[in-house]
């Protein structure tokens, strides 16, 4: 069973910062693919950044320029770097991976960006 923990969340100012955390562990078949969703009360879960195995990066345009992902192979452990926060970001930010054709979330961080 793989497990995902997030961690990093919390409550900042808008034009702060936050890092967030995401480690796997458990028994997997070698990772395809990891990422970072998020849900605003009363949307739908959206993509914010994925990477996959061999490094190709992709983001959501609403957060391009502004966030970073990145990625420990040796830790099993996916980054986030949120720089310039709007009010807009808060949100429930879910990690989740991609293995064996399985994928997996974490139970979800709160951001939560006051104006």
């Known amino acids: 069973q793989v497990q995902l923990v997030e961690s990093g969340g919390g409550l900042v100012q808008a034009g702060g910062s936050l890092r967030l955390s995401c480690a796997a562990s458990g028994s997997m078949f070698s990772i395809n693919a990891m990422g970072w969703y998020r849900q605003a009360p009363g949307k739908q879960r959206e993509l914010v950044a994925g990477?996959?195995?061999?490094?190709?990066?992709n983001y959501a345009d609403s957060v391009k320029g502004r966030f970073t992902i990145s990625r420990d192979n040796g830790k099993n452990t996916v980054y986030l770097q949120m720089n310039s926060l709007k009010p807009e970001d808060t949100a429930v930010y879910y990690c989740?991976?991609?293995?064996?054709?399985?994928?997996?979330w974490g139970q979800g961080t709160q951001v939560t960006v006051s104006s």
């Open positions: 990477i996959t195995s061999s490094g190709i990066i």
């Open positions: 989740n991976l991609l293995s064996g054709g399985r994928l997996f």
